[in-house]
């Protein structure tokens, strides 16, 4: 065989298998959604303790489930775009929390007395500062939920039904 004729089937093989592993539009948004989900997840289970333990541990959970997104395969255009935007929107409320963590850690290691108390009203305002960075980045994934949604119509990812007849 040719060696130019061989380097081309070596490439379509290549390519073939690339494409074949990264699966269908359906595949794919599953696949984000998943990763999303993970996050979400994260963010939404409601833990009775806002302590610099839990919110810290919180960071490095975005942290790992932006890490996870990063590492997702997509080779649709718009889904690699979402992609991106979740995986800045997860590393953001990680910084975003990992800040709030340390100022809640302050405020906890704080001595009681009258200078233990002006320190902790700092600590409170700097909460509640750092907090307000939030608000943006919600904004933005909002926005990327909307645009995965509209791309990825929860309709078009269930799986599908067997055939009834088939059963004859």
Same mark, same amino acid.
């Given at each position: 065989m040719d060696f130019n004729v061989r380097r081309v089937v070596t490439f379509l093989t290549m390519a073939v298998v690339i494409v074949g592993c990264a699966g269908n539009r359906q595949d794919q948004c599953r696949k984000l959604m998943e990763v999303v989900d993970q996050g979400n997840l994260a963010i939404a289970?409601?833990?009775n303790q806002d302590n610099s333990a839990t919110t810290l541990r919180l960071a490095q959970e975005l942290n790992l489930v932006?890490? #996870?997104m990063q590492k997702l395969y997509l080779t649709k255009g718009k889904l690699k775009k979402i992609r991106l935007g979740f995986t800045e929107v997860f590393r953001e409320f990680a910084v975003v929390l990992n800040e709030m963590g340390q100022a809640l850690e302050a405020g906890e290691k704080t001595p009681i007395s009258l200078e233990g108390r002006a320190e902790l009203a700092k600590?409170?305002?700097?909460?509640? #500062?750092?907090?307000q960075?939030?608000?943006?980045?919600?904004?933005k994934a909002e926005k990327l939920m909307a645009e995965m949604?509209?791309?990825?119509p929860p309709e078009s990812l269930k799986p599908e039904e067997p055939n009834s007849n088939s059963d004859q």
């Open positions: 289970v409601p833990n932006a890490d #996870q600590s409170i305002e700097k909460v509640n #500062q750092i907090s960075r939030t608000n943006p980045i919600s904004e949604t509209k791309y990825c």
